[in-house]
């Protein structure tokens, strides 16, 4: 079993900066990957970046690449999304995930086994 907890949301203004932590205990594979989601009202849970175990790979949707950027720590347990030039269409609750399973693709929620209870984020005009 994994348990992942988030922190670091908040209120922001357009334009600024958030870091958001996804701290996880429990059995997690060495070459697991570990995504970010968010959800806003009305809408569906999106990936928003995704990073397999050891930073081999990252992933991103067109709409944050070059302005969120997703990292690991060198223990491996603690999962970190930087997000800087934010907008309003940013705001929404950001989930943590992990235990990829198949078909394996990073971005998608239905792929993942563990996630948190969420951290909100949002970004004012």
Not at 88 to 95: G, I, K, L, N, V
Request: hydrophobic share 30%; proline share 3%.
């Amino acid at each position: 079993q994994v348990q992942l907890v988030e922190s670091g949301g908040g209120s922001v203004k357009a334009g600024g900066s958030l870091r958001l932590s996804c701290a996880a205990s429990g059995s997690i594979y060495r070459n697991d990957h570990m995504g970010w989601f968010r959800q806003a009202p009305g809408k569906e849970r999106e990936g928003v970046a995704a990073i397999r175990s050891g930073g081999s790979s990252t992933y991103y949707i067109d709409s944050v690449n070059g302005r969120f950027t997703v990292s690991q720590d060198n223990a491996k347990t603690t999962v970190y999304l930087q997000m800087n030039s934010l907008k309003p269409e940013d705001t929404a609750m950001y989930y943590c995930a992990a235990g990829l399973k198949w078909p394996n693709r990073p971005l998608v929620s239905n792929d993942y086994r563990y996630w948190g209870q969420g951290t909100q984020v949002t970004v004012s005009s």
